[in-house]
């Protein structure tokens, strides 16, 4: 939708409200920015899971942290007010959520950029239409957006900035006790937002005990806030073949992982982690596409992916009974069909090992 109407910005907002995996995925954008635009600040507003990804980032000038859903009105208003007085040049909605279209309209900035979505569109005064039938690295879907406003991108390595400690705090920890007589650090990332992405518990079992049989290592069971029932489950009956990670903040986590010579895991913030500081990662992937959140041509990073003809299906429940019925599927079997062996095997084939 017609020219971009402010070519040298000197205040930029970008949005992108959920998702710490997201938000790592939109660092490129960032580093993009910065580079058409040196002398320009940049700043981003997320939500407070996501913000400690940023805080220590030189590309970013502020982070700016959205009220919870159960904040008083008062406080909404007030950081809306504080958000329209700084008069922002450029608005980029990353998402065009309900929320963040809002967040766009209200900034003020007399450039609004998000994609050319339904009912999101009148937010916006500059519309990138999206390329809804190809299926990308995410990374390069939202450079789109930058594209639209004849800004090109910054190559798609995400990166993340980390405190100060983080790394030392990190490497601590893999210094002693059991952790550091592991002749190779290997996390098992069992977590995933939606049931559909989970790998089931009796396969991560089993690749565990695999893995301390064959290479006398004990994987690191990985896992956030909430998770504790679900390592739980997978641990049981082998809690003395597998470490725990140390119950910490996002950016120690995240220094802890930047040590690990492997993560497996199901698609999510951990593997996102891992991919942003160069850890070699096997994502296993079900019903969403593993082409759009690993990234793409780097031997480093791969993914396990069953294709059924009912999917890749992007649902976040899966819609099949437990037990195949009259020649039908059954519940997760798109992950069910990757095999411990198979992941193991392209384990092996990352680290070297002998099988």
Same mark, same amino acid.
């Given at each position: 939708?017609?020219?971009v109407t402010h070519t040298?910005?000197?205040?930029i907002l970008v949005i992108r409200l959920k998702g710490i995996g997201d938000v790592i995925l939109s660092t490129p954008l960032l580093r993009a920015l910065k580079k058409a635009y040196p002398k320009a600040q940049v700043h981003f507003l997320t939500r407070a899971a996501s913000a400690p990804l940023l805080q220590h980032d030189p590309l970013v000038e502020k982070v700016w942290v959205h009220p919870e859903k159960k904040a008083p009105l008062g406080d909404l208003l007030q950081f809306l007010s504080d958000l329209r007085a700084e008069k922002f040049d450029w608005t980029l909605?990353?998402?065009a959520e309900p929320r963040s279209a809002w967040l766009t309209l209200l900034s003020g900035a007399p450039l609004r950029a998000g994609f050319d979505i339904r009912l999101?569109?009148?937010?916006f005064n500059h519309r990138i239409p999206p390329r809804r039938y190809e299926r990308r690295y995410q990374v390069e879907v939202l450079l789109d957006l930058l594209r639209g406003l004849g800004i090109e991108g910054d190559g798609i390595d995400t990166r993340i900035a980390l405190g +100060?400690? @983080?790394l030392e705090w990190a490497r601590g920890q893999w210094a002693g006790g059991e952790l550091g007589a592991q002749r190779k650090k290997i996390g098992l990332n069992p977590t995933g937002t939606w049931p559909s992405k989970r790998w089931p518990a009796d396969h991560w079992r089993r690749l565990a005990l695999k893995i301390y049989e064959r290479w006398n290592v004990k994987p690191v069971l990985v896992g956030g806030p909430g998770d504790g029932a679900l390592l739980d489950e997978v641990a049981w009956g082998i809690g003395d073949q597998v470490l725990r990670v140390p119950s910490t903040g996002l950016l120690q986590a995240a220094a802890f992982l930047s040590q690990m010579d492997?993560?497996?895991?199901?698609?999510?913030?951990p593997q996102h982690l891992a991919q942003?500081?160069?850890?070699?990662?096997?994502t296993l992937c079900g019903p969403h596409w593993g082409l759009s959140w690993v990234k793409p041509q780097d031997p480093r990073h791969l993914y396990l992916q069953h294709f059924l003809d009912c999917? +890749?299906? @992007?649902?976040?429940?899966c819609p099949h009974p437990r037990h195949a019925q009259a020649g039908g599927h059954y519940q997760q079997e798109c992950m069910v069909r990757i095999g411990p062996d198979k992941v193991f095997a392209a384990a092996q084939g990352l680290l070297g090992l002998p099988s």
């Open positions: 939708m017609g020219l040298n910005p000197q205040k909605d990353l998402a999101r569109r009148w937010a +100060p400690g @983080d492997l993560l497996i895991g199901n698609d999510g913030t942003a500081f160069g850890v070699p990662s096997l999917g +890749p299906c @992007d649902l976040n429940v």
